[in-house]
């Protein structure tokens, strides 16, 4: 483990990097509080951070305060090193920010024992840290599908949408849709329907550009949103997704099953005053036109209607 040690006194200095050392810690030294300061908000900086109260710069409550400022983020474990013995000025260092303090001069096995207390405190705050970021995924992953699940493309839809109105660019929607599913599960049964989900999730994950969003938005509804691509090439994007699902047959002991998808698009032009859910609501209804008019074929908001004819929402 990293630690920063900062003091103006080089006997200091070297007499508990020296102890530090022999700990198996490794030390990174600095003479002055905004030297320690400098190195602490380095991207690749010790976590850990000894400071001494008193030093030319910055004193060590000062360098402290500066990190949670400029730096709140990031947690650091801060022990201060300190001549004074008054509990008003301990109280006072510990209010600025430190976690802990040693009093000089110090036994060598007490300060040992605090930067091991640090030690343990920010194991379990990354402990804590990773589990959160877990919990954040789960939180916003399909399970099946491994794609975003619904809360999670909506609200990038949203941000998506905020960038692209910012930035003048149109933002594009496809809805895609799994032709005859309901066949699928009362035929086969809900297990090959699963992996026909599994399957179609991977196909459009892969075939989507990096800035992309695609995430499965309800039952065997897929949600697409694309910035910056309207017209022709939103179109082009469609039929790309729509051929990437049927690419090749689901080969299964029992069946091989063909799988297409009815794709309803829809685009919001620099200017437009189209809210998010209206945007959706024209790719849904673009979806159920393409059910309606053969399926397995993409149709776009504001294009001629192919047929006409009852939608059936179950299919």
Known sequence: MRILLADDDPVSRSLFGGLLRKSGFEVVAAPRGDVALALALDKDAPRLLILDWVMPGLTG????????????????????????????????????????????????????????????????????????????????????????????????????????????LPLGVAMLDIDHFKQVNDTWGHPVGDLVLRTVARRLAHHVREPDLVGRYGGEEFLVALGGVEGETLEAVGQRLLRAVREEPITL????????????????????????????KLADDEVYRAKRTGRDRVCVAGEPALATGPIDRAA
């Open 61 to 168: 409550p000062e360098v402290i305060q500066r990190l949670r400022e400029q730096d709140p983020d990031t947690f650091r474990y801060t022990i201060l090193l300190t001549l004074r013995h008054r509990a008003a000025d301990l109280v006072a260092g510990l209010q600025a920010g430190a976690d802990d303090y040693v009093r000089k001069p110090c036994d060598p096995r007490e300060l040992v024992a605090r930067v091991q207390v640090g030690q343990r405190m920010l194991a379990l705050q990354e402990h804590l840290a990773t589990t959160n970021r877990a919990l954040e995924r789960l939180a916003s992953i399909d399970a099946l599908t491994e794609l975003r699940n619904r809360r999670s493309v909506l609200g990038g839809l949203e941000e998506l949408s905020q960038r692209c109105a910012a930035a003048a």
């Open 253 to 280: 002991p029992a069946c091989t099953l063909s799988i297409t998808t009815s794709v309803g698009m829809a685009c919001r032009l620099p200017g437009q005053a189209l809210t998010v859910p209206a945007l959706l």
